[in-house]
């Protein structure tokens, strides 16, 4: 059983940054983050190993996001830096055991957080 929480969300000016923090009960998971806008599919945004030594990044935030961990406070960060109002959306961690090409898919995840919203202005 794994148990995840999600804060740091908040509104934010174009341009601006948020760091987004992922609580869980265990640290031995491949974490990963995903986001969601009203009307649409839930969206990949990045992803770390366990370890720390893999990580992944959507197309569309490289360059601009970085995934992180501290194992020790059981704890993966997402900075987001250089915000974009297409960013806007509900972001949600999730925990997998496994590490492949499917790190990018939603049903490649057992575990869940509640969400913390992200509001990009412009």
């Known amino acids: 059983q794994v148990q995840l929480v999600e804060s740091g969300g908040g509104l934010v000016q174009a341009g601006g940054s948020l760091r987004l923090s992922c609580a869980a009960s265990?640290?031995?998971?491949?974490i990963g983050w995903f986001r969601q806008a009203p009307g649409k599919e839930r969206e990949f945004v990045s992803a770390?190993?366990?370890?720390?030594?893999?990580?992944d990044y959507a197309d569309s935030v490289k360059g601009r996001f970085t995934i992180s961990r501290d194992n020790a406070k059981n704890t993966v960060y997402l900075q987001m830096n250089s915000l974009k109002r297409e960013d806007t959306a509900v972001y949600y961690c999730?925990?997998?055991?496994?590490?492949?090409?499917?790190?990018?898919?939603?049903?490649?995840?057992?575990?869940w957080g509640q969400g913390t919203q992200v509001t990009v202005s412009s």
């Open positions: 999730a925990a997998t055991r496994l590490w492949g090409q499917r790190i990018t898919v939603v049903s490649y995840y057992n575990y």
């Open positions: 265990v640290s031995a998971y491949n």
């Open positions: 770390i190993s366990w370890t720390g030594g893999s990580t």
